[in-house]
T-cell receptor, first 114, second 116 residues
Protein backbone atom coordinates (compact mmCIF):
# COMPACT_ATOMS: atom_id res chain seq x y z
CA UNK A 1 0.00 0.00 0.00
CA UNK A 2 1.15 3.49 -0.71
CA UNK A 3 1.85 5.95 2.06
CA UNK A 4 3.33 9.40 2.51
CA UNK A 5 5.17 10.77 5.52
CA UNK A 6 5.71 14.49 5.92
CA UNK A 7 8.31 15.25 8.56
CA UNK A 8 7.35 18.26 10.62
CA UNK A 9 3.74 19.31 10.99
CA UNK A 10 4.88 22.91 11.42
CA UNK A 11 7.82 24.71 9.81
CA UNK A 12 8.70 28.33 10.53
CA UNK A 13 11.15 30.38 8.44
CA UNK A 14 12.09 34.02 8.12
CA UNK A 15 11.20 35.96 5.01
CA UNK A 16 14.01 35.48 2.48
CA UNK A 17 15.23 32.23 4.04
CA UNK A 18 15.32 28.81 2.40
CA UNK A 19 12.14 26.75 2.59
CA UNK A 20 12.57 22.97 2.93
CA UNK A 21 9.53 20.75 3.40
CA UNK A 22 10.21 17.05 3.68
CA UNK A 23 8.27 14.20 2.12
CA UNK A 24 9.03 10.49 2.09
CA UNK A 25 6.86 7.99 0.26
CA UNK A 26 6.28 4.31 0.12
CA UNK A 27 5.06 2.67 -3.06
CA UNK A 28 5.32 -0.82 -4.52
CA UNK A 29 5.44 0.51 -8.07
CA UNK A 30 7.06 3.56 -9.63
CA UNK A 31 5.15 6.45 -8.19
CA UNK A 32 3.74 9.70 -9.42
CA UNK A 33 4.38 12.37 -6.82
CA UNK A 34 2.71 15.70 -6.22
CA UNK A 35 2.93 18.73 -3.97
CA UNK A 36 -0.25 20.70 -3.32
CA UNK A 37 -0.71 23.94 -1.38
CA UNK A 38 -3.80 24.90 0.59
CA UNK A 39 -4.46 28.46 1.67
CA UNK A 40 -6.92 29.08 4.52
CA UNK A 41 -10.50 28.25 3.61
CA UNK A 42 -9.54 27.19 0.12
CA UNK A 43 -9.14 23.96 -1.83
CA UNK A 44 -5.87 22.44 -2.97
CA UNK A 45 -3.71 23.97 -5.69
CA UNK A 46 -1.09 21.93 -7.51
CA UNK A 47 2.46 23.23 -7.05
CA UNK A 48 4.30 20.59 -9.05
CA UNK A 49 4.29 16.95 -10.10
CA UNK A 50 6.82 14.20 -10.80
CA UNK A 51 5.85 11.73 -13.51
CA UNK A 52 9.09 9.78 -14.16
CA UNK A 53 10.71 12.38 -16.40
CA UNK A 54 13.36 14.71 -14.96
CA UNK A 55 14.09 14.07 -11.29
CA UNK A 56 14.27 17.79 -10.52
CA UNK A 57 10.84 19.27 -10.98
CA UNK A 58 10.12 22.98 -11.14
CA UNK A 59 6.72 24.25 -10.11
CA UNK A 60 4.85 27.45 -9.66
CA UNK A 61 5.78 30.34 -7.37
CA UNK A 62 9.48 29.44 -7.41
CA UNK A 63 9.10 26.02 -5.77
CA UNK A 64 10.93 22.93 -6.90
CA UNK A 65 11.29 19.33 -5.72
CA UNK A 66 13.79 16.58 -6.32
CA UNK A 67 12.82 12.92 -6.67
CA UNK A 68 15.39 10.65 -5.02
CA UNK A 69 14.51 7.02 -5.54
CA UNK A 70 17.30 5.70 -3.28
CA UNK A 71 15.96 7.79 -0.39
CA UNK A 72 12.26 7.45 -1.39
CA UNK A 73 12.04 11.20 -0.93
CA UNK A 74 10.46 14.11 -2.74
CA UNK A 75 11.37 17.19 -0.69
CA UNK A 76 9.99 20.61 -1.63
CA UNK A 77 12.28 23.65 -1.64
CA UNK A 78 12.21 27.35 -2.37
CA UNK A 79 15.38 29.45 -2.18
CA UNK A 80 13.77 32.53 -0.66
CA UNK A 81 10.54 32.53 1.32
CA UNK A 82 7.92 35.18 0.81
CA UNK A 83 5.16 36.14 3.21
CA UNK A 84 2.61 34.92 0.66
CA UNK A 85 4.05 31.37 0.92
CA UNK A 86 2.44 30.93 4.33
CA UNK A 87 0.01 28.05 3.86
CA UNK A 88 -0.34 24.31 4.38
CA UNK A 89 1.55 22.03 2.03
CA UNK A 90 0.61 18.47 1.19
CA UNK A 91 2.69 15.80 -0.49
CA UNK A 92 0.76 13.09 -2.34
CA UNK A 93 1.51 9.88 -4.20
CA UNK A 94 -0.42 8.13 -6.94
CA UNK A 95 0.36 4.89 -8.69
CA UNK A 96 -0.75 5.78 -12.15
CA UNK A 97 -0.89 9.00 -13.98
CA UNK A 98 -2.59 11.18 -11.39
CA UNK A 99 -6.03 10.10 -12.38
CA UNK A 100 -5.93 7.34 -9.88
CA UNK A 101 -6.52 8.03 -6.22
CA UNK A 102 -4.11 10.32 -4.42
CA UNK A 103 -2.71 9.30 -1.05
CA UNK A 104 -1.82 12.41 0.94
CA UNK A 105 0.50 13.09 3.82
CA UNK A 106 -0.79 14.87 6.92
CA UNK A 107 0.52 18.19 5.71
CA UNK A 108 3.07 20.74 6.85
CA UNK A 109 1.98 24.20 7.91
CA UNK A 110 4.50 26.81 6.79
CA UNK A 111 4.79 30.06 8.72
CA UNK A 112 6.86 32.92 7.28
CA UNK A 113 8.09 35.49 9.78
CA UNK A 114 8.88 39.07 8.73
CA UNK B 1 -13.23 28.87 -17.80
CA UNK B 2 -14.79 27.88 -14.50
CA UNK B 3 -12.80 25.55 -12.35
CA UNK B 4 -14.23 22.89 -10.09
CA UNK B 5 -17.27 24.22 -8.26
CA UNK B 6 -18.82 22.74 -5.14
CA UNK B 7 -22.03 23.50 -3.32
CA UNK B 8 -22.92 24.34 -0.69
CA UNK B 9 -19.84 25.92 0.88
CA UNK B 10 -21.00 25.23 4.43
CA UNK B 11 -23.54 22.86 5.89
CA UNK B 12 -24.72 22.08 9.40
CA UNK B 13 -26.53 18.82 10.11
CA UNK B 14 -27.42 16.76 13.16
CA UNK B 15 -26.50 13.18 13.91
CA UNK B 16 -28.54 10.64 11.99
CA UNK B 17 -29.45 12.98 9.18
CA UNK B 18 -28.54 12.56 5.53
CA UNK B 19 -26.60 15.04 3.40
CA UNK B 20 -25.94 15.57 -0.32
CA UNK B 21 -22.97 17.51 -1.59
CA UNK B 22 -22.59 18.59 -5.20
CA UNK B 23 -19.68 19.07 -7.57
CA UNK B 24 -19.33 20.40 -11.10
CA UNK B 25 -16.04 19.42 -12.74
CA UNK B 26 -13.73 21.68 -14.66
CA UNK B 27 -14.73 22.11 -18.29
CA UNK B 28 -13.44 19.21 -20.38
CA UNK B 29 -13.00 16.87 -17.45
CA UNK B 30 -14.88 13.58 -17.22
CA UNK B 31 -13.68 12.07 -13.93
CA UNK B 32 -14.65 13.17 -10.44
CA UNK B 33 -13.01 12.12 -7.19
CA UNK B 34 -14.17 12.89 -3.66
CA UNK B 35 -11.94 13.36 -0.62
CA UNK B 36 -12.62 13.89 3.08
CA UNK B 37 -10.28 16.22 4.98
CA UNK B 38 -10.67 16.10 8.72
CA UNK B 39 -9.32 18.99 10.77
CA UNK B 40 -5.53 18.93 10.86
CA UNK B 41 -5.28 15.98 8.48
CA UNK B 42 -4.53 15.42 4.82
CA UNK B 43 -7.36 14.59 2.44
CA UNK B 44 -8.48 10.96 2.32
CA UNK B 45 -9.82 9.40 -0.86
CA UNK B 46 -13.49 8.39 -0.70
CA UNK B 47 -14.24 7.30 -4.27
CA UNK B 48 -13.88 8.17 -7.93
CA UNK B 49 -16.52 8.28 -10.67
CA UNK B 50 -15.96 7.83 -14.37
CA UNK B 51 -18.59 7.18 -17.04
CA UNK B 52 -21.28 7.36 -14.35
CA UNK B 53 -19.80 4.42 -12.44
CA UNK B 54 -17.77 4.14 -9.27
CA UNK B 55 -14.32 3.27 -10.52
CA UNK B 56 -12.32 3.18 -7.30
CA UNK B 57 -13.23 3.35 -3.64
CA UNK B 58 -11.27 4.15 -0.53
CA UNK B 59 -11.77 2.77 2.96
CA UNK B 60 -15.13 4.37 3.71
CA UNK B 61 -18.35 2.66 4.84
CA UNK B 62 -21.38 2.15 2.64
CA UNK B 63 -23.01 5.17 4.29
CA UNK B 64 -20.96 7.12 1.77
CA UNK B 65 -22.35 6.84 -1.74
CA UNK B 66 -22.16 8.84 -4.89
CA UNK B 67 -23.49 9.47 -8.31
CA UNK B 68 -22.23 10.90 -11.56
CA UNK B 69 -24.54 12.41 -14.15
CA UNK B 70 -24.18 12.38 -17.96
CA UNK B 71 -22.87 15.96 -17.81
CA UNK B 72 -20.07 14.63 -15.52
CA UNK B 73 -21.29 16.49 -12.43
CA UNK B 74 -21.35 14.44 -9.28
CA UNK B 75 -22.98 14.10 -5.89
CA UNK B 76 -21.70 12.71 -2.62
CA UNK B 77 -24.34 11.35 -0.26
CA UNK B 78 -23.73 10.50 3.37
CA UNK B 79 -26.43 8.71 5.34
CA UNK B 80 -26.85 8.34 9.11
CA UNK B 81 -24.41 11.13 9.86
CA UNK B 82 -21.98 10.70 12.74
CA UNK B 83 -20.11 13.39 14.63
CA UNK B 84 -16.93 12.04 13.05
CA UNK B 85 -18.22 12.89 9.59
CA UNK B 86 -17.54 16.56 10.32
CA UNK B 87 -14.89 17.56 7.80
CA UNK B 88 -14.09 19.48 4.65
CA UNK B 89 -15.25 17.49 1.64
CA UNK B 90 -13.22 18.14 -1.48
CA UNK B 91 -14.13 17.32 -5.03
CA UNK B 92 -11.44 16.93 -7.67
CA UNK B 93 -11.84 16.55 -11.41
CA UNK B 94 -9.54 15.19 -14.08
CA UNK B 95 -9.52 13.88 -17.61
CA UNK B 96 -9.02 10.13 -17.76
CA UNK B 97 -6.52 9.08 -20.37
CA UNK B 98 -6.13 5.47 -19.36
CA UNK B 99 -2.88 3.88 -18.35
CA UNK B 100 -0.76 6.52 -20.03
CA UNK B 101 -2.48 9.30 -18.17
CA UNK B 102 -0.24 11.96 -16.75
CA UNK B 103 -2.94 14.43 -15.98
CA UNK B 104 -3.62 15.97 -12.63
CA UNK B 105 -6.58 16.45 -10.39
CA UNK B 106 -7.98 19.95 -9.95
CA UNK B 107 -9.65 20.60 -6.62
CA UNK B 108 -12.65 22.67 -5.68
CA UNK B 109 -12.78 24.86 -2.58
CA UNK B 110 -14.75 22.22 -0.70
CA UNK B 111 -17.88 21.91 1.39
CA UNK B 112 -17.40 22.22 5.13
CA UNK B 113 -19.81 19.87 6.89
CA UNK B 114 -20.46 20.21 10.60
CA UNK B 115 -22.41 17.44 12.33
CA UNK B 116 -23.88 18.40 15.71
Amino acid sequence: AQSVTQLGSHVSVSEGALVLLRCNYSSSVPPYLFWYVQYPNQGLQLLLKYTSAATLVKGINGFEAEFKKSETSFHLTKPSAHMSDAAEYFCAVSEEGGSEKLVFGKGTKLTVNP
Amino acid sequence: DAGVTQSPTHLIKTRGQQVTLRCSPKSGHDTVSWYQQALGQGPQFIFQYYEEEERQRGNFPDRFSGHQYPNYSSELNVNALLLGDSALYLCASSFYLGRIAKNIQYFGAGTRLSVL
